[in-house]
């Protein structure tokens, strides 16, 4: 996705290949359960939680970024090299960048949008809809994120180990960090540009163009949050199902949350931190330093985003193609989007969410605006305190029927027709086993194909 929420390229690939995999092994669809979209080249638009749009754009669609000036939002099209613009509901202009383009953001000081290219090492300039630079930064560069108190640009490179600092359409400092840095996070309250770094384990303060600071975490970094309510950054430890809080430069808690940690999302209205726990298809919410529910959503949920116009957290589950709406800590709708959604952006002007389906091409849109149709559904939710599950209903706006979703850790799986069977201890751990397998296999061939020099 563009912007913090983004994860790599070859992420993508691996969960992609992993997911296909394991479902194909056991005979299972790999579609998500419950009506899809089609395969063609589509963004999907919400309403609140109602898909009002589904765009078709280019080939494997990942990040998207809004761009205030204009009103238009930037999907990102990973296979086809291209971004598409979108205005409301209609593509104006599809534009052609480097190789793998992965994310972007929004530079307020001069209107630009700043696109990643995975694949060719460099960084396409954007003004509206034209290509008016390309800069050259490191290998593999992944992550891009904007500095309001110098205005700079800081790119992550993760062949290379280095951060890029740009400045306009200019490369002012390369600067050496850990290994394999990916997603970057802002801190206003000290100006500090906070890196992490997935195979060092570490986090890189910048301040400037200067790293001041390398902080050990938990296994495998992967997602990284600022909350202004106290001032900390925290970091998802995928590896170690661990969050790491920090405050200016030290850790100051490790809080255990669940297995494979990823995105994580603030929410202004109660001060809480969501954290995507994309294995055990759970969302963690934190107050302060304390896991205060584990929220059950479907499968494989990468991260999330704030809606401010109606307070909810929207989780994207990219194994079964859906949408979690949170309220608080209570599930109140889920919506079907297409085929492996990932990126996701809002935009204030329409009040519509973004959502980028990698596999079917397309963006689904969702007004938040209250739909006049209802729906009742089922939503299962675990106590903090307990093992046993406490079931709650709720009434959502959503106009589309959608299959509920029932994960390994629950001992059930809902099958394509509907009808529900139950899965023993054995098949459970058989489950988890070809999984890795699967896992490790797509990540050795999304290496070659991804990560190779271009």
């Known amino acids: ?51 009002i749009a589904t765009i078709p754009v280019g080939h494997q669609p990942v990040g998207v970024a809004y761009d205030p000036s204009n009103g238009y939002i930037y999907v990102a099209n990973h296979g086809s090299g291209t971004v598409s ?3 409301g509901t209609t593509v104006i202009a599809t534009i052609p960048v480097g190789k793998l383009p992965f994310g972007g953001v929004y530079d307020p000081s001069n209107g630009y949008i700043y696109v990643i290219n995975h694949g060719s090492g460099t960084v396409s ?9 390309t800069i050259p930064v490191g290998k593999w560069p992944a992550i891009v994120e904007y500095d309001p108190s ?17 400045n306009g359409t200019t490369v002012i400092a390369n600067i050496t960090v850990g290994q394999d840095p990916t997603v970057v996070a802002y801190d206003p309250s000290n100006g500090y540009i906070y890196v992490i770094n997935e195979f060092s384990e570490t986090v890189s303060v910048i301040n400037g163009t200067t790293v001041i600071a390398n902080i050990t975490v938990g296994a495998a970094p992967e997602g990284i949050a600022y909350d202004p309510s106290n001032g900390y950054i925290y970091v998802t430890n995928y590896g170690s199902g661990t969050v790491s809080v920090i405050n200016g430069t030290t850790v100051i808690a490790t809080i255990t949350v669940g297995s494979g940690p990823a995105g994580v999302a603030y929410n202004p209205s109660n001060g809480y931190i969501y954290v995507a ?11 302060g330093t304390t896991v205060i529910a584990n929220i059950t959503v479907g499968q494989g ?44 952006a809002y935009d204030p002007s329409n009040g519509y969410l ?34 046993t599950s406490v079931s709650t209903s709720s009434t959502s706006t959503s106009t589309t029927t959608t299959a509920s979703v029932t994960t390994i850790a629950t001992t059930t799986a809902t099958a394509a027709n509907g009808q529900t069977r139950q899965i023993g201890a054995l098949q459970i751990a058989t489950w988890a086993l070809v999984g890795v397998a699967a896992f490790l296999l797509a990540y050795l061939l999304s290496g070659f194909v991804l990560s190779r020099k271009p």
Not at 21 to 36: K, M
Not at 277 to 287: A, G, L, R
């Open 1 to 51: 996705m563009m912007g913090g929420m983004a994860k790599r390229g070859r992420l993508i690939a691996v969960m992609a290949v992993s997911i296909a995999i394991l479902l194909s092994a056991f005979g299972l669809p790999v579609a998500a359960y419950g009506p899809q979209n089609s395969g063609q080249n589509n963004p999907s638009v919400i309403n609140g939680t109602t898909v």
């Open 85 to 87: 613009v979108i205005n």
């Open 125 to 133: 300039v954007i003004n509206g809809t034209t290509v008016i630079a």
């Open 150 to 166: 110098n205005g700079y640009l800081y790119v992550t490179n993760e062949g290379s180990g280095t951060v890029s600092v740009i």
């Open 277 to 287: 726990d994309s294995i055990s298809d759970s969302v963690s919410v934190i107050n």
């Open 301 to 344: 949920p990468v991260g999330g985003v704030y809606d401010p116009s109606n307070g909810y957290i929207y989780v994207i589950n990219f194994a079964s193609n859906t949408v979690s709406v949170i309220n608080g800590t209570t599930v109140i709708a889920t919506i079907t989007v297409g085929k492996w959604p990932f990126g996701v």
């Open 354 to 387: 973004y959502i980028a389906n990698y596999g079917s091409d397309t963006v689904s849109v969702i007004s938040t605006s209250v739909s006049t149709s209802t729906s009742t559904s089922s939503v299962t939710t675990p106590t903090t305190s307990t093992s």
